[in-house]
T-cell receptor, first 111, second 112 residues
Framework: ETGVTQTPRHLVMGMTNKKSLKCEQH?????MYWYKQSAKKPLELMFV???????ENNSVPSRFSPECPNSSHLFLHLHTLQPEDSALYLC??????????FGQGTRLTVV | AQSVTQPDIHITVSEGASLELRCNYS??????LFWYVQSPGQGLQLLLKYFSGDTLVQGIKGFEAEFKRSQSSFNLRKPSVHWSDAAEYFCAVGDSTDKLIFGTGTRLQVFP
């Protein structure tokens, strides 16, 4: 248990569906992140939020839409995804200093 | 370009044997270096990190890593592997803002 909770753990969705991934941390961290982990590829940083403000968007397609309503919660809204978007989506949080805590991830399958 | 290379995709060792997982990085500034472990179906757990100071870093679960600036390496070691160490190991480099660049990982298999 790292203190970062992601729900759901598994998600299967059609290409026309709209779904959301949720991440929650109560560690008092001020930065939260979304990473994508695909088979045989390095983890890819998608979005970074610092104090609820988005500070990084690594050229992520608009079908992924992040939302950070407060420092403890981070969402990833999904719509019209493609099969190649199937992956493990990891949320992380940190306080300044380089120690990121990761959630267990949401395994997403797009059919 | 900033990057992390883990040259070994898959390593198999016998329980009780020593282990070394390789990591090389390319980074413009002084790097912050990390090793994470991921068990099947789980998120990433931090094993150890290097920011500055002593180049030999001790981590959890008996792991250690040595930062060698001249070789741009940060190899992970353990003197005696346990069956529970079977997992995927990721090396990462970042700056003080924690935006990590990960390697592709090394899958460790442990035989009894």
């Amino acid at each position: 248990e790292t203190g970062v909770t992601q729900t759901p753990r598994h998600l299967v969705m059609g290409m026309t569906n709209k779904k959301s991934l949720k991440c929650e941390q109560h560690l008092g961290h001020n930065a939260m992140y979304w990473y994508k982990q695909s088979a045989k590829k390095p983890l890819e940083l998608m979005f970074v939020y610092n104090f609820k403000e988005q500070t990084e968007n690594n050229s992520v397609p608009s079908r992924f839409s992040p939302e950070c309503p407060n420092s403890s919660h981070l969402f990833l809204h999904l719509h019209t995804l493609q099969p190649e978007d199937s992956a493990l989506y990891l949320c992380a949080s940190s306080q300044e200093g380089g120690k990121a805590f990761f959630g267990q991830g949401t395994r997403l399958t797009v059919v | 370009a900033q990057s992390v290379t883990q040259p070994d995709i898959h390593i198999t060792v016998s329980e009780g044997a020593s282990l070394e997982l390789r990591c090389n990085y390319s980074y413009g500034a002084t790097p912050y270096l990390f090793w994470y472990v991921q068990s099947p179906g789980q998120g990433l757990q931090l094993l150890l990190k290097y920011f500055s100071g002593d180049t030999l870093v001790q981590g959890i679960k008996g792991f250690e890593a040595e930062f060698k600036r001249s070789q741009s390496s940060f190899n992970l070691r353990k003197p005696s592997v346990h069956w529970s160490d079977a997992a995927e190991y990721f090396c990462a480099v970042g700056d003080s803002t924690d935006k990590l660049i990960f390697g592709t990982g090394t899958r460790l298999q442990v035989f009894p």
